[in-house]
DNA sequence: ATCGAAGTA
């Protein structure tokens, strides 16, 4: 019987039919059809592994990367353990050369090695590294998938792909039969999925003894990690960087100093640094002139810095903003050559997604915008807060990538002291109901007996149970029909309760546009400077009623450009009507999965002469009646559920002349201004 | 009188 020479995923089934056989024959029922039908599985899966085995690329390593001169002990670290911990800084090469070193390890041919990276971008880029370095082509033997592209093939041995797709993946193979190794890279990250995943895989590892697991990480906190996985054991790596200056330098304080009238902001100590910077390297002879990286906390700060470093007219110098909702060209400048010293003004994309070359010195406020959920006011709020040490030294890091750098932090080094050691994981800053329903979907037992390396805090557990019952997806924390159908729509449950709602009521097709539109930035752009004549552009979509109605005139009149103009004049035509061509984009990619989905529920698409406002709004409520609110008397606040005070977003229609109820898409802001996009009645 | 950055069946 053939146990070695096929594919993992057909093991499974090829045992399972061999017990069936079996059986059969003992029962003395005929047996040949299932004979011929097994011999036929097990021909084409032997084949197939054939196949990738005669495929298998020259192995070769980039010698002059840390992790090269390791791979010996990490191959063998491989062959004799399920779980490795890999720790090792940006720069040891970890992430490209360990998928190589797996497939040297002999795996990759059974199955697959899955990589999964945080970040879409990430994992296209590591495959087309990888791809280059073993000469082979970009979608066959390594490959990548990531939302809305797949460029994998029947004989990958190497797919990288984004952590969400590797957690989409268990719905159709819940012991992961398709992988012989998995690599979960950046686990540093916490974020919400590689908790779940890692989670999730302690509990595949015993049903899947010949799965391999390696988790890479930064040099944080990975003895967690190996605690996680039964002490699995740790291999560090070291990083190819340079010693990087940290200086702490405070901004003044009016209590500090009796000259000062008032306090320091942030932009005048950017500002200060800046040309304190600029002036020891002069003094020092440096003949170049090195580029700054400033983290600040939003667009707003990068605005007013640019605006005071603009008035400081420093020579030579170039001031680039960077944040993720620019544009792709926009971002791409950052990577364009220039000459004289550039100033990037950045938000925590630089942190960790995106990574500005050539960087000689760091600012660092020390602040970032950080989600966190609350519990009590059930709004996901966006604070600014002290960043973590952790934090703290990635973006110190970002200045010793080529050469010796300098970090100017503008606190003093016992605030450094007193701040917590890592950021949260996302798990605890969260709205958990989404999770829980994925957990409830796949059967995986009570949330408080899941192995997350660490377990969220009861009362968030709660409270996305309770989210869940509310929308009809659980009863008794049993998974209602609705529940099943909300686990199989790739958007928040919420989103995903309207569009059951407007199958209900025939207006499917309205609503997911609606739906889509929610589950994305606005795509809508409003730039400081030309405010009338944004909101000019914008107000043909404008809609008496609801701002929810706006998105189907916004899409309505995108339709018919985006199928009379060519690409480039569409993404002109966008720039004229301020709207952010990659969002528009994103909208209708989201709008095809969505519909896709839906189609798989068997919801219909039903064509309408005319718009049937209460339908669609009645469907909105589904989702988002905990959003309703009653204007008080004698004053423009509005009191929604709770007994919470809300206002309207000043960008709603609504805002001038509220009406008697509203519905809101979205409650946000510390003051919990309602973001308002609305219908009365 | 207006919001960070990641991600998906």
Not at 230 to 241: D, K, L, M, Q, Y
Not at 507 to 524: C, F, G, M, Q, Y
Not at 568 to 580: A, G, P, T
Request: charged share 30%; glycine share 6%.
């Amino acid at each position: 019987m053939p146990t070695h020479a096929v594919m993992t995923r057909d093991r499974h089934l090829i045992h399972q039919k061999q017990g069936q056989l079996r059986q059969r024959q003992k029962d003395g029922l005929p047996f040949d059809r299932m004979q011929s039908e097994l011999n036929e599985l097990i021909e084409k899966s032997e084949t197939l592994h054939q196949a990738r085995l005669s495929r298998l690329p020259k192995i070769t390593y980039d010698e002059s990367l840390p992790v090269a001169a390791r791979a010996d002990e990490i191959i063998k670290a491989i062959q004799e353990n399920q779980v490795v911990i890999i720790a090792g800084e940006t720069g040891s090469g970890k992430t490209t050369q360990l998928p190589k070193m797996c497939l040297q390890a002999g795996r990759g041919i059974a199955g697959l090695i899955g990589h999964t990276q945080p970040r879409r971008i990430a994992a296209r880029s590591v495959a087309e590294r990888i791809s280059d370095e073993l000469q082979v082509n970009l979608g066959e033997q390594v490959g990548f998938q990531v939302r809305f592209s797949d460029e994998s093939n029947e004989e990958t041995l190497i797919k990288l792909m984004t952590d969400g797709i590797l957690l989409a993946e268990i719905q159709q193979d819940k012991r992961l039969y398709k992988y012989d190794t998995i690599i979960i890279d950046e686990a540093h990250e916490r974020s919400l999925n590689i908790d779940f995943l890692l989670g999730y895989l302690k509990q595949v590892l015993a049903a899947r003894p010949d799965l391999k697991v390696i988790v890479t990480s930064a040099t944080i906190d990975v003895e967690r990690f190996s605690q996680h996985f039964e002490n699995a054991p740790i291999i560090e790596v070291s990083g190819r960087t340079y010693p990087v200056e940290i200086r702490y330098q405070p901004l003044l304080s009016k209590s500090d100093s009796e000259e000062l009238d008032e306090d320091q902001s942030m932009e005048q100590g950017v500002l200060d640094a800046v040309e304190l910077l600029i002036a020891e390297e002069r003094q020092s002879g440096y003949r170049g002139a090195g580029d700054i990286l400033v983290f600040l906390p939003g667009e707003r700060e990068i605005r007013e810095t640019a605006e005071i470093l603009r008035r400081a007219e420093l020579r030579g110098t170039e001031v680039l903003p960077l944040y993720a909702r620019l544009s792709a060209s926009e971002q791409q400048r950052i990577f364009k050559s220039h000459s004289g010293r550039r100033i990037v003004l950045s938000t925590n994309v630089a942190e960790t997604s995106l990574t500005v070359p050539g960087i000689r010195y760091v600012i660092d406020p020390g602040l970032a915008r950080i989600s966190r959920y609350s519990v009590r006011s059930k709004v996901q709020q966006l604070p600014i807060e002290k960043i973590s040490q952790a934090s703290a030294n990635q973006r110190a890091g970002r200045c010793g990538r080529v050469a010796d750098g300098i970090c100017i932090r503008l606190y003093d080094e016992n605030d450094f002291n007193n701040r917590p050691e890592f950021t949260d994981p996302e798990i605890f800053r969260t709205n958990l109901a989404s999770v829980i329903l994925q957990m409830a979907n796949l059967k995986l037992g009570a949330v408080e007996k899941f192995p997350f390396v660490e377990m969220p805090e009861k009362r968030m557990i709660n409270d996305g149970y309770r989210a869940l019952t509310e929308l009809g997806a659980l009863h008794k924390d049993r998974l209602t029909p609705i529940g099943r159908q909300l686990a199989k729509l790739p958007i928040d449950p919420k989103l995903g309760r309207i569009l059951i709602a407007a199958e209900q009521h025939s207006v499917l097709k309205e609503v997911a546009i609606i739906v889509s539109a929610l589950s994305i930035p606005d795509p809508r752009e409003r730039p400081q400077d030309k405010k009338t004549q944004s909101d000019q552009a914008h107000a043909v979509d404008k809609d008496e009623d609801s701002d929810f109605a706006v998105f189907l005139n916004l899409w309505e009149r995108f339709e018919e450009q985006r199928q009379a103009l060519s690409q480039n004049q569409l993404r002109q035509y966008c720039r004229k009507q301020f709207l952010n061509f990659m969002r528009m984009r994103e909208w209708r990619d989201i709008h095809r999965q969505i519909m896709i989905a839906c189609k798989q529920l068997g919801f219909k698409e039903v064509q309408h002469e005319e718009r049937h406002y209460e339908a669609i709004h009645r469907s909105l409520l589904a989702g988002l009646f905990t959003h309703v609110a009653n204007k008080m008397e004698d004053s423009k606040d509005m009191l929604g559920c709770r007994s919470r005070k809300l206002s309207i977003f000043p960008g709603s229609m609504l805002f001038k002349k509220p009406p008697q109820w509203i519905m809101a898409a979205e409650l946000s802001g510390n003051q919990q201004a309602v973001r308002a996009r609305c219908r009365s009645y």
